[in-house]
């Protein structure tokens, strides 16, 4: 069993900004989650999780983040597309019946070329391989949707991973890798949190704290890995927070305001989340 696990969520632009706030307000108070033994990442979250494996330091992601320094993925998830999404995802109360659901609108894309999300996700990676530390990423399998956490023993490249973990329905197609064609953990949970239940000590960042539908929520996830064994804490964007990230999560211009009130959570969470992670 690992010791330490750091979970980041998915949630747009404002999530990955906010996170990053987190972590570099629990760093100015002593407390460097980055040094988890597993960093676990779905979407926006596997992206920190690569950039935090590589060694950047929250607090320069933060400064990059708060003066817009380094260029974000920007789309337009349009009301059709939301549209779409929400009905899938809200037409059945079973999760399992949901993800499959998605799975379906996943596979109906075909005016967008795989090669065409390769090419954009590939874009944002600082690296081309797979970092020395533990990085897990989050995707779903459209046909069954059951999901999985491609690592750098999966036997398969960066790219095809962090891919597969961003390819949010129906904006992007699903990612080819093996016989199998994958899609945005997210879709299943805003965290896939249950699947680090290997590890004694974590702590989750859910900056969306439930999906649509009948996905689980983040602390019905962290409350089952404390009922197993695991010390799991949950932090969660606050109402200030959500103010600041506005109702567009790929709003670039939310990215500061986000990442500040990050800082703000973390610095004001740093007691609780101490007493957990050494504990």
Known sequence: MADTALVLGGG????????VGVLAGLARAGLDLAEADVLAGTSAGALLALDLARGSAPADLYTEQVNRE?????????????????????????????????????LSVRDVPESEVLATIGAQLPVRDWPERHVRMFAVDTRTGEPTAFT??????????????????PLFPPVTIGEARWMDGGVRSTTNADLVDDCARVVVLAPVPK??????TAAAQVAALTANGTRATLLSPDRAARR????????????PPAAREGLRQGTEEAARVRTAWHA
């Open 211 to 216: 999906g649509a539908g009948p996905a689980p």
């Open 152 to 169: 750098a023993d999966s036997g398969v490249d960066l790219p095809h991973a962090m891919s597969a973990t961003c390819a949010l329905p």
């Open 70 to 106: 380094r260029p974000m993925l920007e789309v337009d998830f349009t009301f059709a597309m939301t549209l779409k999404y929400l009905w899938a995802a809200m037409g059945t109360r079973d999760p399992k019946t949901m993800t499959r659901r998605i799975g379906r609108l996943a």
């Open 244 to 255: 600041a990230f506005g109702r567009n999560p790929l709003d670039a211009a939310r990215i």
């Open 12 to 19: 747009g632009l404002t999530a990955y900004a906010w996170e």
